[in-house]
T-cell receptor
Framework: AQSVTQLGSHVSVSEGALVLLRCNYS??????LFWYVQYPNQGLQLLLK??????LVKGINGFEAEFKKSETSFHLTKPSAHMSDAAEYFC??????????FGTGTRLLVSP | KAGVTQTPRYLIKTRGQQVTLSCSPI?????VSWYQQTPGQGLQFLFE???????NKGNFPGRFSGRQFSNSRSEMNVSTLELGDSALYLC?????????????FGPGTRLLVL
């Protein structure tokens, strides 16, 4: 079964520091991977998705993720954190018929 | 283009009651999926509808049901509510059912069962 694992339920960074949120996937077939962000009391917003067209995927708000098959990883990065990036981030894999399997989420805390 | 809309946004019910939640997808989208989000279980897939047919179902009891109308709007129903059904229920829509299609989420309906 396809699944994703997010390491670290909380990640704290200072404003301006590098953001790295980790996601590892398990899939027997080429996966379709997604990163979503959730702000308090809101739904999920797509940051970026991997569909095998390119291993480095650029998303919104300066985020990007690199698909590494050898490491079964799809980590999310942003060079410089902003206070507005504080939110919960979810990695997900599509398993067919629009069923997304989500990781447990990582809450990003940004301090001034 | 208007996003996914869900109504109501907040709901309070008591145990044993039933509830119906509504989701209007983005115009032109034919696939609608439902998810339950709780602090303990995280985000879990409930079911997916495409052209009025349920194509996929998650591991939830039969008290959870849904349907999709010809205009792609969808409803989900939970009967005989239990305290554990308190959650944020998210609806997502996409153009079709291909794996790589992006799902766009609504703001959710927050259900509190007392």
């Amino acid at each position: 079964a396809q699944s994703v694992t997010q390491l670290g339920s909380h990640v704290s960074v200072s404003e301006g520091a590098l953001v790295l949120l980790r996601c590892n996937y398990s899939s027997s077939v080429p996966p379709y991977l997604f990163w979503y962000v959730q702000y308090p009391n809101q739904g999920l917003q797509l940051l970026l998705k991997y569909t095998s067209a390119a291993t480095l995927v650029k998303g919104i708000n300066g985020f990007e993720a690199e698909f590494k098959k050898s490491e079964t990883s799809f980590h999310l990065t942003k060079p410089s954190a902003h206070m507005s990036d504080a939110a919960e981030y979810f990695c997900a894999v599509s398993t067919g018929f629009q069923k997304l399997v989500f990781g447990t989420g990582t809450r990003l805390l940004v301090s001034p | 283009k208007a996003g996914v809309t869900q109504t109501p946004r907040y709901l309070i019910k008591t145990r044993g009651q039933q509830v119906t939640l509504s989701c209007s997808p983005i115009s032109g989208h034919r696939s609608v999926s439902w998810y339950q989000q709780t602090p303990g279980q995280g985000l879990q897939f409930l079911f997916e509808y495409f052209s009025e047919t349920q194509r996929n179902k998650g591991n939830f009891p039969g008290r959870f049901s849904g349907r999709q109308f010809s205009n792609s709007r969808s409803e989900m129903n939970v009967s005989t509510l239990e305290l554990g059904d308190s959650a944020l229920y998210l609806c997502a829509s996409s153009l079709d059912a291909a794996n790589q299609e992006t799902q766009y989420f609504g703001p959710g309906t927050r259900l509190l069962v007392l």
